[in-house]
């Protein structure tokens, strides 16, 4: 497993990285949650950066969900000065704590050398839609949250409104959607280019179509019909959870329990 193949370097900025996100969990002045925050992000870009420009450049299912944490790390640094009051820091204190320890167990394979230079961005555009429909899911359980606590006339001035919340939820859905698009199209137009194979419906590329088709029905849904709460965060879920399995979870199949190298 890893942590043999693993540096003292990369372990110490991982373990770093994990106690900062752990740490998110505690009682916290909103000046202090903000930079403690900003600390994870930062050990944990530095983490990152180690593992995929060292020695030996790797990737799998787990580091693309430890770059997808990374990305939910850095919206929500911004988003914690605009919304004081957002309510999300226990999730990404055990998300990000998780990520790390992950990918420190699960480097993933390493990457070829004869790779496209269009192929990390081709990933970096895919991981960028994964950490936006990250968020957007964060932002629907909240918004689903507020929604009950009003229903039952239970606190319902915790949080941000539940409009603002619909409102930023669909902001991030539509970016995912963009970026997805980005992410879809450039493989459908230079695959060959990037992988050095043509196109072929593996499981992947079926789950992306799926989860793509599912978030236009919900974009549609919500322009044409003005779809919301559980109606548009069932579709939600459903998008976001294919668009789990087309990369992140192909990937750990194919290296945990068949453990085949990837390409």
């Known amino acids: 497993m890893i942590l043999t193949s693993a540096s003292t370097a990369g372990i110490a900025l991982a373990v770093l990285a994990a106690l900062a996100y752990a740490a998110l969990a505690w009682r916290l002045s909103p000046v202090a949650a903000w930079r403690t925050v900003v600390l994870a992000w930062v050990l944990h870009g530095l983490l990152l950066g180690w593992s995929l420009l ?120 539509t970016a995912g959607f963009v970026l997805l698009s980005a992410t879809l199209l450039a493989g459908l137009l230079f695959d060959e280019l990037l992988y050095g194979a043509a196109w072929n419906w593996s499981h992947k590329i079926v789950f992306s179509m799926l989860s793509w088709a599912v978030f236009a029905i919900l974009l549609i849904g919500r322009a044409r019909f003005g779809w919301r709460g559980w109606r548009a965060a069932r579709l939600l879920f459903t998008g976001a959870g294919l668009l789990l399995l087309a990369y992140v979870g192909s990937r750990f199949v194919l290296e945990i329990v068949l453990g085949r190298s990837t390409s």
Do not use: C, K, N
């Open 54 to 173: 060292g020695d030996t450049p790797r990737f799998g299912f787990a580091p693309a969900l430890s770059v997808t944490v990374w990305l939910v790390a850095a919206i929500y640094a911004v988003e914690i000065q605009l919304y004081p009051q957002l309510q999300t820091r226990w999730a990404l204190s055990v998300l990000g704590t998780g990520a790390v320890l992950l990918a420190l167990l699960f480097p993933g394979q390493a990457l070829q050398a004869s790779a496209s230079a269009w192929l990390p961005l081709h990933l970096a555009l895919g991981i960028a839609s994964y950490g936006l429909f990250a968020v957007a899911v964060v932002h629907a359980l909240l918004m689903l949250r507020a929604e009950e606590r009003i229903r039952r006339a239970t606190d319902p001035q915790s949080g941000l409104p539940l409009l603002t919340l619909e409102r930023l939820t669909f902001r991030f859905v």
